[in-house]
Each structure stands twice: as structure tokens, then as C-alpha cells.
């Protein structure tokens, strides 16, 4: 019996772990942490054999092939053993797509991809189809096949590039690349090409048959794109007025042009607003039109969509500030849309886990709407660096209560209270959910 041993026991792993049982395979789960209970629950439930707190090198070096989790760098000690030793090491998301003929949408990007998945879900919902979302939002992929009696037609997938570094044969029919920002260079030797790679290999499998979709004005995805070469059909969107791509804008509507035939909608009456917002409308329009969801059904889901949580969530006007909640934003990029889209005097909570974070092009947003910013972190030298001397006030917290508090006491009505951190959130919260939901908790309090 083919041995499969999972190194991570979050969401990716264990969902791994239980489809490999499944399938009827001798499996074993190694954590180097402790389990969260959920997760133990479900490898007790399923009789998978399973340590934590620690790796032992004889209960997994004698495997056929080994599931990376996302979480765990290929800096691994027994990762880096597994790979001199010749065992295969592979994505969960590999791992699934062996186990589904549905056709997938998977999307990447450095920003808006998690946006672009729930648009593309609910348009394809909406559109009658039998989908399923999946990936790096909801359930893992591996855990969705396992659990499902029944395939789907389509999935759905949000694709991190920690989970493409590990995939060879994935084929996505449609691959959606939002856009390439530098980000999570700590886990790419601090090498952006290395970083472009991997968003880069959800092309990887793809045939003649298959569609990539990308941005045109992304500068590192258009340089790339003329490097490599692809079997798919290339589509492009742009905020241009260029009908040579299969998405633009005219005369204020976006139009979708695919094979001669024209879909239009006004950009005032779509349900996101914002620049980088029309990206996300176009990519998943792009994409639901070649499953062919008619274009009413295309047009009436962009205009009802409800936006995500933790991603520019308005959460309460007290005393006329507004709180909005933008926990998601991990990364500087996604913190610059943020503070793109705020037309009021902002309040700007930031900080966090630095990735190596380049502040430089918030500077012009910062001078322009930013009238204090509170730092939330345990480290904050390189915030107070980048914009110490660019605002009147600046005030150092360790918690979100303290945040919030803060950011009350400094608001003057008309004024917004952002939290947009450009940082990860590990070093204060369990991840980006809790530090949001920290957030809306605090302000409800007021």
C-alpha cells in the first residue's frame, strides 16, 4: 500500500490527509506545533495515525510521497531530507486535483484574489451552474473532494503561491493571475523572481484547450508574459479604452469581449467601487463568460454582490467616524488601494509582521489622506521610519483595544479609522480573520 505522509496539520494537511485515507492510502500527519482541536478531531475521526509538537524522521522518511502544507517553507529540515532522498514532495492542491473531474478557475495575484474568487463563485452560482469554492478560502480543495459523494461540475480555487510552489500536473481550464506585487519575499529567499515563479506555475499544466486571464497594466506580469512562453489562450483586462483586450473600459462601462460578442454594464452600477475593484469584476466577468453564464445573469450578480470580510468592511460610524475594517490587507499593495479609496481624513492603523515591506509608494497616498497613523505591532521601527515625519500624530499600541481607543479618541467627525495593516498579523493575532475580528469587536464596544 502506497504510503502518503502530510507534514502540517492546518486546514490544507488535514484536509489532505483525509482524502488520502479515503482513497485508501497507508497515511501519517506530522506537525511540528501543536494541533488546534478541530483539526485533531478530524484525524481522530478518520483513524489517521498523526504526532505533533515535533517531526520523527523514521515515521516519514519512508514514504512514497509527501503533502507539503502551505505553512511549512521548503527550508524544512525534514522536507529538505524527504527531497535528497528522492520522495516526491507536492501541494494538497496537486494532491486534489487528481480526484475531481470537475473543470477548475483557479486565481492568483498578490491582491484581489480572494475579492476575485467570491465574485467569480457568486456569479457562476447565480448563473445556474454546480460549483463549489475552495482553496485558500473556505475548506481546503483536498478536504471539498474528500467530503463531497457527489464531483461538481466547477471549482472555484483561491491559489496562494505557497500552495503553487508544490504543483506539476494541476490543470486549471481557466487561470486567473490578478496581478505581482513583491510579497512574502521572507519565504522567497527575498528574490522577487522567485516569487513571480511561483504565481507563474498555475500556467504551468495548462493545454492549447485552457485560458490564462491577466492584467495588462500590471508592469511585472506584462514583463514575464513576454519572457515565457504558454500553450493557453492569452486574455488580457485593462482600465484603458483598448478593444484589443477581452476586458476594457469606454465611455464609462466596462465591456467583456469575448469571440465578437459584447457584454456591458455602467461602472457606477457595479456593487464594488474602487479602481482595483473594476480589475477583480473584469477577471471573474472574463472568466464566467467563457463558462458561458449569460450576460444578465453576469451583469445583475456584479451589481449584487456583497463584499468580503475583512476587506474594506465598513463596520460603524460612531460620532461620525467610520470604521472600516480592512484586516485582509497583508501586504503593502493591498494597503494602498485601501487608502486609494478613502475620500475623508484617515486614521490608519498599520503594522504587524513585516515581510520585507518596500513603503516607498504609500508615501504620495500617505502625504496626501493620512492625518495620524497608529502602529500596531511589537516591532514598529520600520513604520516610524517610513512616515514618523509625514504626520502629526503618530502613537505606538500592542493591542487592538488599545488601537481602537486610540484611533476613537484621535477621530473628529468626517474623519475614517482605516485598518489596512500591510503586514502580517502573526506576531499579535492567531491570523488576519482574528486581528479583524478583534477589530470589529473593540469598535462595537465604544
Known sequence: MKRIVVIGGGESGAGAAILARRKGFDVFLSDGS????????MLQDESIAFEEEGHSAELILNADEIIKSPGVPYENKMIQQAINKKIPVISEIEFAGRYTNATIIGITGTNGKTTTTHLTYHILKKGGLD????????????????????????YVLELSSFQLDGVYDFRPHIAILTNITPD???????????????KFRITRAQTSNDYFIYCA???ITMQEIEKREFK?????????DDNTKAAYIHNDKIIINLKNNVTDMFINELALQGKHNLYNSMA?????????VRKESIRESLADFENIEHRLEFV???KGVDFINDSKATNVNSAWYALECMHNPVIWIAGGVDKGNDYSILVPLVKEKVKAIICLGKDNEKLKAAFGDMVETLVETQSMQEAVKAGYYLGKKGDVVLLSPACASFDLFENY???GHQFKKFVREL
Open 316 to 318: 460603524a460610524r460612531i
Open 284 to 292: 471573474a466577468a472574463v472568466a464566467a463568460r467563457l463558462v458561458e
Open 232 to 240: 493557453s489562450k492569452l486574455l488580457s483586462f485593462t482600465l484603458k
Open 34 to 41: 501543536k494541533l488546534k482541536d478541530r483539526y485533531r478531531k
Open 131 to 154: 460549483v463549489r469554492m475552495a482553496g485558500n478560502v473556505g475548506n481546503s480543495f483536498a478536504l471539498e473532494v474528500a467530503t463531497n459523494e457527489r464531483d461538481c461540475a466547477y
Open 184 to 198: 512574502h519575499l521572507d519565504r522567497y529567499q527575498y528574490k522577487l523572481q522567485n516569487y513571480i515563479d511561483a
Open 217 to 219: 497594466d500590471d508592469p
Open 433 to 435: 480573520e482574528d486581528r
